[in-house]
């Protein structure tokens, strides 16, 4: 293995053990602090982004996750009266999700929780080097992109 492949992959590993270090912290404070879970902090927080709703399909795209996963947590925010389900017009199999008023103050609750335990735990990083880190996986992510949808064709 070349040096710059040994280089990668230690990057990769770095990466991967801070990201599940801080996604274990974060699963551990909402459960602890809001009674939730990261999926179902995942689904309101796609929902704030989208006010008008989504299809589940576009939910499940969103996400990156199977309509079976999303159907679960959708039905337990629905019972809980954070979310609504909307009929398509012009389609009956399809169901529109969509915060409600409550399901809308409760995600701002977490998210501001959310945004001080992120703060926190990276206290250490600059806000530069974070625009700076930021904008690199950003152009990573966006080449990454290309290239999955120029082989998706």
Do not use: C, Y
């Amino acid at each position: 293995m070349s040096d710059a492949a040994k280089d990668r992959l230690r990057l990769w590993l770095r990466l991967l053990k801070v990201v599940r270090g801080i996604e274990q912290d974060l699963r551990d404070e909402l459960r602890r602090e809001h009674n939730t879970t990261l999926p179902r902090f995942d689904v309101m927080s796609a929902l704030s982004r989208h006010p008008e709703g989504l299809k589940m399909s576009q939910l499940s795209g969103v996400l990156r996750v199977s309509n079976g996963n999303v159907t679960g947590i959708a039905d337990r925010l629905s019972e809980e009266g954070l979310v609504e389900r909307i009929p398509v017009p012009g389609d009956r199999r399809a169901t529109m999700l969509r915060l409600t008023p409550a399901g809308a103050e409760e995600f701002a609750r977490q998210a501001e929780a959310h945004q001080e335990w992120i703060n926190e735990k990276l206290r250490d990083v600059s806000p530069e080097d974070a625009r700076a880190m930021a904008a690199r996986l950003q152009a990573f992510a966006a080449k990454s992109e290309e290239k999955e949808h120029a082989n998706a064709q």
